[in-house]
């Protein structure tokens, strides 16, 4: 079983930057897909990006594409999302979470989740 902790939310400016981060414990993370949710207030539950097990493939949500960036230190058991240019619809709770699964887009429910952190983009 693997437990997730989600750091490196706060509030910036329009076109600012955040760099997420999720870090694992009880299990190391190549054995698993990750993913970064978010969620806005009065709204569902919305994919970011997504980083699979072994090559490494990425997807990301349209809303974020050319934006964000998904990466992984398996070294320090650690998955990172870096938001650049963000925009106050970016605003949300930001929730990392995991399956045992190779490919991260596979059609398998994500089944290890963080708490969330907050990202607020405002002037």
């Known amino acids: 079983q693997v437990q997730l902790v989600e750091s490196g939310g706060g509030l910036v400016q329009p076109g600012g930057s955040l760099r997420l981060s999720c870090a694992a414990s009880?299990?190391?993370?190549?054995?698993?897909?990750i993913g970064w949710f978010r969620q806005a207030p009065g709204k569902g539950r919305e994919g970011v990006s997504c980083?699979?097990?072994?090559?490494?493939?990425?997807w990301y949500g349209e809303s974020v594409k050319g934006r964000f960036t998904i990466s992984r230190d398996n070294a320090k058991n650690t998955v990172y999302l870096q938001m650049n240019s963000l925009k106050p619809e970016d605003t949300g709770i930001y929730v990392c979470?995991?399956?045992?699964?190779?490919?991260?887009?596979?059609?398998?429910?994500?089944?290890?989740w963080g708490q969330g952190t907050q990202v607020t983009v405002s002037s």
């Open positions: 979470a995991a399956k045992p699964s190779v490919s991260c887009t596979a059609n398998i429910p994500y089944n290890y």
């Open positions: 009880g299990s190391t993370l190549d054995y698993y897909g």
């Open positions: 980083i699979s097990r072994s090559d490494g493939n990425t």
